[in-house]
């Protein structure tokens, strides 16, 4: 199976803190640096569960560009793109319970063109994973829609994880939903916060609904999560459990986010 991810590719800064901030002081904190991005977590959990794995997006050609690219190609996956401009770098706070809050510069990722976008990239694909970063602004936004058509006629699914309700807010979520249902994608991801802002599930793709540690609902199949001896780092797990249904359904789904949140960073080690 190849699944092809569309969006961004960062480098991500993770701050796990141990102990709440002290405003205008020091704070003992283990801090990692690692590629990042949801398109790139997607392509890289399902490289690591045994998929091959293409990343598709514009990244910047600075040295946050080259350490996240040479990550993200060192866990298998396939890394394509124009690279000019600066790199997105996301900067993530871990609390003490493993809770993150991101600060987020996504530089060159929302600069990629329809006429940048090469054909040749979604050759084979058999899912197309959008991320939702890629659908709220332009450029971006006509490459994604472009890249969506490629891959139906390679014959691929698609799917959409909403990414973030704070974006959707920003981006508008009537019009954000009206470019999602555009894209006639075969599954949707979302937690609880990016569904109610949307104004609820979609009619037709299945939709899958993340609720944490609370488990999840396979399009109304409700299951429980994972058990884990200790939560190190929430990052990425809805990427993981995105890739883990992409590449094997529910199970592997519940296992790989189960296996992240065990792991300080969004990416498989």
């Known amino acids: 199976m190849l699944v092809c991810s569309i969006g961004d590719l960062t480098l991500d800064v993770v701050v796990r803190l141990a102990a709440p901030i002290a405003a205008g002081g020091d704070t003992d904190a283990?801090?990692?640096?690692?590629?990042?991005?949801?398109?790139?977590?997607v392509a890289a959990w399902a490289a690591a569960l045994g998929a091959g794995a293409r990343f598709?997006?514009?990244r910047g050609?600075?040295?946050?560009?080259?350490?996240?690219?040479?990550?993200l190609a060192r866990r298998g996956v396939e890394v394509l793109g124009p690279a000019g401009g600066r790199n997105g770098v996301i900067c993530?706070?871990?609390?003490?319970?493993?809770?993150?809050?991101?600060?987020?510069?996504?530089?060159?990722?929302?600069?990629?063109?329809?006429?940048?976008?090469?054909?040749?990239?979604?050759?084979?694909?058999?899912?197309?994973?959008?991320?939702?970063?890629?659908l709220m602004r332009e450029p971006v936004r006509?490459?994604?829609?472009?890249?969506?058509?490629?891959?139906?006629?390679?014959?691929?699914?698609?799917?959409?994880?909403?990414?973030?309700?704070?974006?959707?807010?920003?981006a508008g979520a009537a019009e954000f939903r009206r470019i999602v249902e555009a894209l006639?994608?075969?599954?949707?991801?979302?937690?609880e916060a990016e569904e109610q802002i949307l104004g609820g599930a979609l009619a037709d793709p299945a939709w899958i609904l993340k609720r944490g540690a609370a488990g999840c609902s396979f399009d109304g199949d409700?299951?429980?999560?994972?058990?884990?001896?200790?939560?190190?780092?929430?990052?990425?797990?809805?990427?993981?459990?995105?890739?883990?249904?992409?590449?094997?359904?529910?199970?592997l789904a519940l296992e790989a986010a189960a296996r992240c949140v065990a792991t300080v960073g969004s990416m498989p080690p």
């Open 142 to 170: 006509s490459a994604t829609a472009r890249a969506v058509a490629l891959a139906r006629v390679e014959g691929a699914s698609v799917s959409v994880d909403l990414s973030s309700w704070s974006a959707i807010r920003d």
């Open 222 to 251: 409700e299951r429980p999560a994972l058990r884990v001896d200790r939560v190190v780092d929430t990052t990425g797990a809805g990427d993981a459990f995105a890739a883990g249904w992409i590449v094997g359904g529910p199970d």
């Open 56 to 58: 598709v997006g514009k």
């Open 30 to 41: 283990e801090i990692t640096l690692s590629p990042g991005g949801q398109a790139a977590n």
């Open 92 to 134: 993530s706070l871990v609390s003490q319970g493993g809770q993150r809050s991101m600060a987020a510069d996504r530089g060159a990722a929302v600069e990629l063109t329809a006429a940048e976008l090469d054909p040749s990239w979604l050759t084979g694909c058999d899912l197309l994973a959008v991320s939702g970063y890629a």
């Open 61 to 71: 050609d600075d040295d946050a560009a080259r350490l996240a690219a040479a990550g």
């Open 184 to 191: 006639e994608p075969d599954v949707v991801f979302a937690n």
